[in-house]
């Protein structure tokens, strides 16, 4: 499956973006879909993942209550929406996907397929 990412941008502190990952290739519903986040100079980190149909979500604790993903497999995407945005929130965000019945991962070294990230900077 290939994704790409969009959506990213330069926002003030406390303001939103909402990013998309559309897919194209083999069958979007069969994997369960995580967003990523690396700052200059740090790790990947997990930020969010969703289940296969979409029902099941999960978030790191540094974005609960305020972040959302979601899943529309009829348009084959993903998206974050991300809301009270902070400066720490900057950096290149990727999706990913992972195949596997548990849908929960924050692991990005158990992720089949990366998008090519897009960029997110929060100015304060």
């Known amino acids: 499956v290939q994704l790409q990412a969009s959506g990213g941008g330069l926002v003030q502190a406390g303001g939103s973006l909402r990013l998309s990952c559309a897919a194209s290739g083999r069958s979007f519903s069969s994997y369960n879909m995580g967003w990523f986040r690396q700052a200059p100079g740090k790790e990947r980190e997990f930020v969010s993942v969703?289940?296969?149909?979409?029902?099941?979500?999960g978030y790191a604790d540094s974005v609960k209550g305020r972040f959302t993903i979601s899943k529309d497999n009829a348009k084959n995407t993903v998206y974050l929406q991300m809301n009270s945005l902070k400066p720490e929130d900057t950096g290149v965000y990727y999706c990913?996907?992972?195949?596997?019945?548990?849908?929960?991962?924050?692991?990005?070294?158990?992720?089949?397929?990366w998008g090519q990230g897009t960029q997110v900077t929060v100015s304060s």
């Open positions: 990913a996907a992972r195949s596997g019945l548990y849908y929960y991962n924050s692991n990005p070294a158990q992720y089949d397929y």
């Open positions: 969703i289940s296969r149909v979409g029902g099941l979500t």
